[in-house]
């Protein structure tokens, strides 16, 4: 029987009588044996390579599978590699499609199969089509994933001073995603105005099934370049995956957004309605170098500021040069048809070197 998009709560009800038989087992095997079993890791994958390590799963995402074991600590397995895994703690698993199945992972009859198992339903799943698993019980911290990238440059003739910084952190449970992100960005040079560029963003995702989701995001902005002194955004609107692997993800974005605008010169702020299209690619490599490309654009047409047009382009590509660190460039353009001071560019666009640091 397939039971995609099982609700959460008959599955934790569910995982509580299946949790409690493992109990009784474990008190049995506890009272048989004489060593301390409490502090055993029982999962078990089997890589193609023929190795079965014993370990805990700690997740899948991005097409690596982080595990941890007694021995090496905790590694991570590119997903391509595995033959087999079996836990029996309880999982979220997640396919290409957006269907998603709940239960402990069972030994499965054939290779490049996950069979997922709750009371007495059992789905066997290709291995080639699950993008993420993550255990029911994962902690805040083990689902918080997120970056921070520095920039900075000077050179001495012009006295020219770049410095920027941009953050993002990722939070994601059964039904929902959260994401945080902000940009801070200076340009000093002598005889010329500082240039500031400052933004920070709060999305919350509801996942619906079949890659369908709704959304609101709130943001606040500032640039200088544009002659904006505060752009206060909400957006409410609905996304669509239309990829999702173990080495790309994207999706298109829509919906409308209430904005409030001061512009350099003005004491009044602006209310108007816009129309947002847009839509994310991210895609991943495992393989050395560790390689993550990330692009976002969007257009923004106004409604009730009819002729009005917004436009902005993301382009960020990373190498990890040491664990957790990386070096990579990132590319920028906001594009305003009524923005900007009289005479001076409609866009606000460049180039930047950055070293980074990434968190799980």
Known sequence: MRVPFLDIARAKARRRRVAGVRVVLSLVTLLMTAGPVAAQKTDHVLMRNGDDVTGEVKQLYRGKLSYSTDDMGTVEIEWVNVRRLISTQFHEVELKNGDRYFGILLPPADDGVIVVGLDDVADTLALIDVVRIFPIETSFWQRLKGRVDFGFNFKKANELKQLSLKTEWNYRVEKWAGKLSGEAYFQGQEGV?????????LRYQRFLGHKWSYLGVLSVEENSELNLDRRTSFLGGGGLFFIQSNRAIAQVLGGLALTNELFSGETQTQYSLEGVIGGELAYFRFDSPKTDVSLTASIVPGI????????NVDLRISYEVLSDFTVGLTFFNSFDNRGGAEGTSKNDLGVELLLGWKYN
Do not use: F, L, Q
């Open 193 to 201: 105005a500082d240039v500031t560029r400052n933004n920070v963003s």
């Open 304 to 311: 009730t500021e009819w002729g009005r047009v917004r436009a």
